[in-house]
């Protein structure tokens, strides 16, 4: 892979998200076995953190990938590591399989860990970074790539040692002023209704805005565009049809949503997760740099 071959990714890499996609091909599996799962609707066991999935196979592939959907593995389906597995395994470790270093292989789990946690923070600056809105904020946005890059460049011991809650909170300050400007600017060029929309009678006592419990509701009448859903919980809401233009989606909970038809194409901070663990259509408007998941084809997860 020619990105391996070089120590610094420059942004016009980062503009096409190519690094920060999944690539298990290259990767030894590690979500499978560094992550903690309890038994619930999208898993079918407890799992402790480094204990391998009991379906992992030899070679660090699923052995029932092909049938995930079909028993209802919703968890396994949806996940997305921003490309941090296969940037531990083939970069960290250089090709090093955790199996052939026993003695090493929790540190490899947690060298993991914190690499999910920078890459996804390289997935929402590179998003707010291509917004025409942020010109004002853009240099501050690409000195933080830059360091959050250099971070991903850094030995075993040296990714351990990142107080990555320190850093999480420096780029939320960059993010948070990144909302402000993209959904004031999708408000300001929401074109008039002629009979504005209403809320309907399951919404009416619902809040919209960050965090606000969303559960089941629905929101196909409700004019999103701009809109603070940050942290929101969207499980099972009707969101057909929907303009989410400009709307923060960071850390919305999209599981069995229906965003069939919705407008996601303009969205802020959306990511192929919250995508895959959604319920859209052929009619869904996605961002470039996401794929329409396999499941939407078949009307399940």
Same mark, same amino acid.
């Given at each position: 892979m020619e990105w391996l071959k070089n120590s610094s990714v420059h942004l016009t890499d980062y503009d096409h998200r190519h690094h920060l996609k999944?690539? !298990?091909e290259q990767c030894f599996g590690l979500c499978c076995v560094a992550l903690s799962f309890s038994a619930s609707e999208g898993f079918p066991m407890d799992k402790a953190a480094g204990q391998p999935c009991?379906?992992?196979?030899?070679? !660090?592939? !699923?052995?029932?990938?092909?049938?995930?959907?079909?028993?209802? #593995?919703?968890?396994?389906?949806?996940?997305?590591?921003?490309?941090?597995?296969?940037?531990?395994?083939?970069?960290?470790?250089?090709?090093?399989?955790?199996?052939?270093?026993?003695?090493?292989?929790?540190t490899m789990f947690n060298v993991f860990l914190v690499m999910l946690q920078l890459?996804?923070?390289?997935?929402?600056?590179?998003?707010?970074?291509?917004?025409? %809105?942020?010109?004002s904020i853009r240099q501050e946005l690409q000195e933080l790539l830059d360091v959050t890059e250099q971070y991903t460049m850094r030995s075993p011991a040296e990714l351990l040692g990142i107080d990555t809650m320190e850093h999480k909170d420096r780029?939320?300050?960059?993010?948070?002023?990144?909302?402000?400007?993209?959904? %004031? /600017?999708?408000?300001?060029?929401?074109k008039p209704q002629p009979k504005p929309k209403? &809320?309907? @009678? @399951?919404?009416?006592?619902?809040?919209?805005? &960050? /965090?606000?419990?969303?559960?089941?509701?629905? #929101? @196909?009448?409700?004019?999103?565009? /701009?809109?603070? #859903?940050?942290?929101?919980?969207l499980i099972a809401a009707n969101l057909q049809d929907v303009d989410l233009s400009g709307a923060d989606l960071i850390g919305a909970d999209l599981r069995d949503a229906n965003v069939s038809g919705a407008d996601l194409s303009q969205s802020l901070f959306l990511t192929q997760f919250q995508i895959s663990s959604a319920r859209g259509d052929e009619a869904t408007r996605l961002p470039a740099w996401l794929q329409r998941p396999e499941h939407w084809h078949r009307n399940q997860i």
């Open positions: 999944a690539d !298990c009991k379906h992992l196979q030899s070679d !660090c592939r !699923c052995a029932i990938h092909p049938t995930l959907h079909k028993r209802g #593995l919703k968890g396994c389906i949806s996940f997305d590591c921003f490309g941090a597995g296969q940037k531990v395994s083939q970069m960290t470790y250089r090709g090093t399989d955790w199996k052939t270093i026993p003695d090493q292989a929790d890459h996804e923070l390289l997935w929402h600056l590179t998003d707010a970074l291509h917004q025409p %809105a942020t010109h780029v939320n300050v960059l993010l948070v002023r990144t909302s402000e400007l993209v959904r %004031a /600017g999708a408000r300001n060029k929401q209403q &809320r309907s @009678s @399951s919404t009416k006592q619902k809040r919209i805005g &960050r /965090g606000a419990d969303l559960v089941a509701a629905d #929101l @196909s009448k409700m004019d999103l565009q /701009g809109a603070h #859903l940050r942290g929101a919980l």
